[in-house]
């Protein structure tokens, strides 16, 4: 019987380890063999905790007459009297190493992992053999095996005489560490910085620092898994940070644009072309559980023409976003109603996202941190929203301790922005305001025009926020904000009709506190609620007729998200709305097409209701990446409506395949999920409404892909289908359908210190069938085809130009014709054809342009701009109108020409 | 000065930016076959009342090689859903025949009776939201025509499109300056709801008192357009006692409200403002009624129409003659 040779076997392995296997019961011997060199030589970490590990063992499994033996054990008693022979095991003499199998990276597997062989070496020290004792899968095995086979061996010997040998050989794999890569550039030309210190503080609490190279880029390995802060600082530049998870195996890279510190003797030698600094992301069609980012900066938000740099605005050149008409403060995301599209404001509901018209935003560019843009498919963290929805993010004050301020003046409205840090407090505050000033010279127009009515519209919004972090790992904000719009059309012949119009009056304004508390509890568990009260209220008159709500909601939202383990995160939450409320409601019945007004039931419906409605949505979602590159996302929802008394189950998966490592990114992507909408107030009144009614619902298909070409280009191409049924149909119930299908291109140049652009190209259909006996037609809210394409160049000195060109199918319209004459009311009536919206306007096409120029002084910074909408005057149908008896008709056009002037200041 | 410029300025702006509304003929200008009004002398009625219309129509079409002609269905459309005329449309295919001359199968005249069925209202459904009592809705059609009426169909336009053509002698369709389809509405309730048609005091033009046989007279305008042409006020005079109440609509304070009075001005020449509100239902008498009449450019005779209306069916007209010398 063969029994174990002892053995004392020295070897310096590949990280200088110097290991000794005395006994039967050997010690493991780690050896990193999976990293690049490079990677190798800057380890810090003891390589037997770190390291891809060869270890090996050695064993009596040779023929008897080829056994070799350990020199300092006692011979056998059966070999007493024969002179002991002299054994030499066999030694390692090549060892070409072994990787981290790629299969388990890709299967996202990250555990060390054991693997141990048995060995037959030849006389030579040729490995003839290798054999897995016990298989551990995902790669592991055959990649032990392989690197096995490659391993060279001084031959054991017997006295002089060399002999075969068994042994036993084990491979320790540990997963490889992430890296981290990055580069460090000028805020806005893009210049490489150097030298910066770039400070890293990893999961583990420990901090690595480096200094960037010539190039401005920066690298360090070795660094822990999880997430990750890094700070860079650079003489005469404010500091920056970011924060990224790191997952092993992979490499994160991050730019960071610092924004120069001026000293007053920079100042006039600074480049005057400095556009505005802080990003914003606007993440198109992206899951908030998705891997990657697809960021717009907040410079080629604010200089995108056509939107008065207007964050929210230019949410209306992505694809899936059809153009809304003038003056429309509209959201028509892939075919559906602008209703259906849900707003928050870091996840607190508001009811309006545009002042009115859609002049701007309610919420200034200035404060925004993200725009969160989902056309579709959105996370289960979401819902009573069957359309798109928008999360708006408000950013954190500035944390540098100094004081900041901006003031903006164009031809609509005046805002002002200061922030900074309460001295001695740790707090950090931000207020922020705007107020329309137009309605100072409007109506002083309209009157010397002699249009008849003068017009008092304004509107402002406020932000006021308080923030004070506890450590790294928690933080409390308070934000109070709000908005308040007002127009007033007086008629200065309030008889000259067929009622005694005075005018119109609308009043429609909102606000919100909001607390939000995020802590990190541990480094694998997060908390996030947000809490908020305010109050809505609308006030619409017209003459006798009108509607008054006050509604005084009450939201919530809680969020836990765990990491069960390496490639697997689990997030729960619930969110709930009470709102109590009063109505009051006196407006004209509603008449269907085709019935004359006049007659008994011509007469005004009226209600008043005090009550109060609930919604809560409990959802939790899962984010799997079972291999790596592969992030799967399953989520699910439940929400109850008190105003249908009913619940509504939503389950969802988001699914993103990324097909490579680095750049140039290639990734593929889909998503499927139920969504739910409860019916609107006025529908579900029971004088204005309908009774026994249930959410209207819509599933949601996408699948897409993201390609880059380069470090500037991006292709993003998405193909999606939004089946609709359970639509309210009036007087009918729940009897609606219809569906929307298209496909959308973004091509985009990301924007570096010269330029920035993309085309956006959406081609889709969008259909409706009221109830089940009528023919389905095109909604009101289809546009075949839009296409968006955005330049912005710099031209150097301050100088900035930049265009907006549009061509976007017109549209929908149905043909009219001359119906009958009502003899009684003396009125034509319309004769529609039908299914409507058959027929479509002209394509609308228009060119904007914007030219601005930055003027940089000591310790402040003057913009100016103008941008022109419709630069060369196109006469763009938006409507069509009729003669009386609906004989002749004409195109109403759209915006002619239209300059806007801004001037804005920064501290 | 320098806001004055700055107004000038934006006035300009505002004008460059404003949409484009492109203008039509006033719908008040009779240039062609025009039904005006029909009335009823019970606008409510009760079953087995026998109704009576009369309409008024004009042909203002500067060339007549042939005669306008009323032509009433005399079949009456009982309650059609919603009370949409155009859902008796499709009763029509089945009475009348493609291309055919079916003047000799409408009665011609200004006027028209019938008798409300007995049975018409059957068994009252369950009220409506709102305050509106028990009610059916009865639908006269009635078309002026230059030539011979032919049933036609929908021909694709949907739904609501006038069934019928008016065609000369030669079969060929004419368009709308020579025909024009129209209805009335009649409300039959189980028991009579006072409901009068409104009265005319008299109409005033330039502050005076016209007399509805002698007319008005003016001067033809020699301004080179009608819009620099010099106004003069019109306004007709309906008595307090036509404003009767209406026990459907509540005002605001949630009384009873009453019949909302309008009046509609048209004329073959000029210029005449289109609607002016007599009575409003809260807040009663209107006290500035007085609409624009300006003279057209040339000379010649013309007419000019005041019909007033009350929101339940009601009407009543003024027929002027309007002499340009």
Known sequence: MARLPRFVIERKDLVGGIRRLVGSKPRALAMRASCPPRTLATLTDPPLRRGAAVVFLLASLAPRDALAQAPDEPPAASDAAAPAPVIVPPRLKADPGVKYPEQALKERFFEEVTVDLILEINSSGAVRRATVEAPRGHGFDEAAVAAAEKLVFEPARRNDKNIPARIKFRYVFVPPPPKLTGRVEHQTAGSPIAPASITVRTADGAEHTTQTAADGSWALENVTVG????????????????????TPGEETNVVLRLLPRKAPEEKDAASEDEPPVQEIVVRGERPPREVTKRTLKREEIAL??????????????LPGVARPPPFGGQLIVRGSAPQDTTTYVDGTPVPIVYHFGGLSSVVPTEALDKINFYPSNYSAVYGRGMGGMVDVGIRDPKKDGRLHGMAQLDLIDARLLVEGTIPKTGVTFLIAGRRSWFDGWLGPVLTAAGAGVSTA????????????????????????????????????????????????????????????????LTDSTELKVTAAVGQDSVDVGFGAL?????????????????????????????DMIYSPYDLHLRLPRPRPPGVPAGGPEDVPLETTQSGNRLFGGLYTEWEFMPWQGMRVVPGLRLDYASSTQSWDLSPRLNLRQELTSGSPRTALKAGAGIFYQPPGPLETDPVFGQEGLKSNRSVHYDVGFEQEFGPRVELSVNAFYKQLDRLVSDGAGNVGAGSVYGTEWLLRYKSDER????????????????????????????????????????????????????????????????????????????ATASPPNGARLPFFHQLDVRFDKTWTFTSWKLSAYIDIQNI???????????????????????????PSLGLRGEL | MIKNAWILGAVWMLGATGCNFPSFDPENQVTSVRILATRTDKPYATPGDTVNLDVLAFDGRAEKAHPMRVFWIPTVCTDPPEGAPYECYPAFAGAFPRGEDLTPRLKEGMSFSFDVPEDVLGMPGPPGPGSAPFYKTLVVFHMACTG???????????????????????????????????????FVFPVLLPNSNPAIDHLTFDGKTVDPSEGITMAPCAMPEIDQCPAKPLDISVPEGSHEPDPSYRTEDGEMGKERILVDYYVTGGQVSSTRLLYDPESGKVGSTAGDLRAPLAAGEETLFAIVRDNRGGITWLEIPFHVR
């Open chain 1, 227 to 246: 997430p990750t802060h890094i700070t860079v600082t650079a003489p005469g530049y404010e500091p920056q940070s970011a924060d990224e998870e790191l």
């Open chain 1, 304 to 317: 995108i023409p056509g939107t008065n740099g207007d964050a929210l605005r230019s949410l209306q050149n």
């Open chain 1, 457 to 520: 519209p304004r509107y402002y919004d406020y932000q006021v926020m308080l923030q004070k972090d506890f450590g790294q790992r928690a933080s409390l904000r308070l934000l109070f904000f709000g908005s308040d719009d007002g127009l007033e059309i007086f008629n200065e012949n309030p008889n000259a009709g067929a009622t005694s119009f005075t005018g119109i009056g609308t009043h429609t304004s909102f606000w919100r506190l909001q607390a939000r508390y995020e802590h990190k």
């Open chain 1, 546 to 574: 009108g509607f008054t709500t006050t509604e005084l909601p009450i939201s919530g939202r809680a969020e836990v998200s765990q990491k069960v383990m390496r490639s697997v995160r689990a997030n729960v939450g619930i």
């Open chain 1, 755 to 830: 330029f920035f652009g993309w085309i956006a190209y959406t081609l889709s259909r969008s259909e409706r069938r009221p109830e089940p006996s009528e023919p389905s037609a095109r909604s009101p809210y289809d546009q075949t085809h839009v296409l968006t394409t955005i330049a912005s160049y710099n031209l150097g000195r301050g100088y900035r130009l930049g265009a907006r060109f549009r061509l976007v199918s017109g549209n929908p319209y149905t043909p009219t014709t001359r119906g009958a004459y009502d003899a009684t009311t003396g009125s034509f009536q319309a």
């Open chain 1, 872 to 898: 060369y005057n196109h006469q763009n149908p938006e409507g069509i109108t009729y003669n009386y008896d609906y004989t002749q008709s004409s195109y109403v056009s759209g915006l002619p020409i239209l």
């Open chain 2, 148 to 186: 011979h009426v032919e049933y036609v169909g929908a021909r694709g336009r949907g739904p609501q499109a006038v069934p019928f053509g008016c065609f000369d002698a030669e079969r060929k369709e004419l368009g709308p300056e020579a025909f024009m389809f129209a209805f009335s509405r009649v």
